[in-house]
């Protein structure tokens, strides 16, 4: 395998660790994606610019070093009827990733990686402080079977993320057949699709999502009965579906539409109690981007 084709290679997978530990969800050099998701009947709106820059560096050793950034501008809105007028207030929250990863290659088959990443995840009202901080460790290994009738890929590992309530390591389990000419289905999390291959310039994927975010607040929010919230956590499950079309060979726009199954968006206290449900109603989902791959 040539170093551009192993490099895409190691940089998907990379890709994905990143997505489980909740950062990074993609192994593409640049990114550039918008998400709505419009109001719904709790009153609630959000939408979500994402910014992605990832370098992948390749050692004497066929070993890869992947440096990474990822930037993300939530804007959230909220209005019905009892809500306090700080909540309300809430508007603009970000979530920045720096990744550095180390791919190792132990032999044709398998790769052995390790993720670290810094994030900070606030709403940027004042000077960083130390809520805004918090880190993600994830490692796994991978076995590729390439050169067969159905080819396939798994993904084994660990992943440890701060912000979580329940705070040890987790586990990563992935699997991808490529079992038809045409299809190619994905068994995972936070992902898991089916794909349609037209051919090598239009592709459909129907996707069962999970997503969410973390944030610290800045300015604690006093609620009726004198709580007070000092994060806001959001969690949801989706079902998309999607259409990709090649520019180039490395370059691609998509967009994607689809429902919530489940969703909730809440406020907690310092004890990371819930203590005020901010949406749980259903609502549509869109995303649309560019992407320029490896």
């Given at each position: 395998?040539?170093?551009?084709?192993?490099?895409?290679?190691?940089?998907?997978?990379v890709?994905?660790?990143?997505?489980?530990?909740?950062?990074?969800?993609?192994?593409?050099?640049?990114?550039?994606?918008?998400?709505?998701?419009?109001?719904n009947?709790?009153?609630?709106?959000?939408?979500?610019?994402?910014?992605?820059?990832?370098?992948?560096?390749?050692?004497?050793?066929?070993?890869?070093?992947?440096?990474?950034?990822?930037?993300?501008?939530?804007?959230?809105?909220?209005?019905?009827?009892?809500?306090?007028?700080?909540?309300?207030?809430?508007?603009?929250?970000?979530?920045?990733?720096?990744?550095?990863?180390?791919?190792?290659?132990?032999?044709?088959?398998?790769?052995?990686?390790?993720?670290?990443?810094?994030r900070?995840?606030?709403?940027?009202?004042?000077?960083?402080e130390?809520?805004?901080i918090?880190?993600?460790?994830?490692?796994?290994?991978?076995?590729?079977?390439?050169?067969?009738?159905?080819?396939?890929?798994?993904?084994l590992?660990?992943?440890?993320?701060s912000?979580?309530?329940?705070?040890?390591?987790?586990?990563?389990?992935?699997?991808?057949?490529?079992?038809?000419?045409?299809?190619?289905?994905?068994?995972?999390?936070?992902?898991?699709?089916?794909?349609?291959?037209?051919?090598?310039?239009?592709?459909?994927?129907?996707?069962f999502?999970?997503?969410?975010?973390?944030?610290?607040?800045?300015?604690?929010?006093?609620?009726?009965?004198?709580?007070?919230?000092?994060?806001?956590?959001?969690?949801?499950?989706?079902?998309?579906?999607?259409?990709?079309?090649?520019?180039?060979?490395?370059?691609?726009?998509y967009?994607y539409?689809?429902?919530t199954?489940?969703?909730?968006?809440?406020?907690?206290?310092?004890?990371?109690?819930?203590?005020?449900?901010?949406?749980?109603?259903?609502?549509?989902?869109?995303?649309?981007?560019?992407?320029?791959?490896?």
């Amino acid at each position: 395998m040539g170093n551009g084709r192993r490099l895409k290679y190691v940089c998907f997978w990379v890709g994905y660790l990143w997505a489980v530990c909740g950062v990074a969800q993609t192994p593409d050099i640049f990114r550039a994606e918008y998400m709505m998701m419009p109001r719904n009947d709790q009153g609630a709106k959000l939408s979500r610019i994402k910014l992605v820059v990832n370098v992948p560096i390749t050692l004497k050793d066929s070993s890869n070093i992947i440096i990474g950034g990822e930037y993300n501008r939530l804007s959230y809105g909220l209005r019905r009827d009892g809500i306090p007028e700080e909540v309300e207030g809430l508007r603009h929250l970000h979530v920045v990733d720096f990744n550095l990863a180390y791919v190792y290659h132990y032999n044709e088959f398998w790769r052995i990686i390790g993720v670290v990443t810094p994030r900070l995840s606030s709403t940027l009202g004042e000077p960083i402080e130390k809520g805004d901080i918090s880190f993600n460790i994830t490692g796994g290994v991978l076995r590729e079977k390439k050169h067969v009738d159905k080819p396939s890929i798994l993904v084994l590992g660990i992943a440890y993320n701060s912000t979580v309530a329940l705070r040890v390591p987790l586990p990563i389990v992935y699997y991808e057949r490529r079992f038809h000419k045409h299809w190619t289905y994905v068994i995972g999390a936070p992902k898991t699709a089916i794909k349609y291959h037209f051919n090598e310039k239009h592709q459909l994927q129907s996707e069962f999502i999970l997503d969410g975010y973390y944030v610290n607040l800045q300015n604690s929010i006093i609620l009726p009965g004198g709580g007070a919230a000092t994060s806001i956590s959001s969690s949801a499950a989706l079902g998309t579906l999607g259409y990709q079309y090649a520019i180039k060979k490395s370059a691609f726009l998509y967009i994607y539409g689809g429902h919530t199954l489940f969703q909730t968006s809440v406020l907690r206290n310092s004890d990371r109690d819930d203590i005020f449900t901010l949406n749980d109603g259903p609502s549509f989902y869109m995303r649309a981007g560019f992407r320029i791959g490896l």
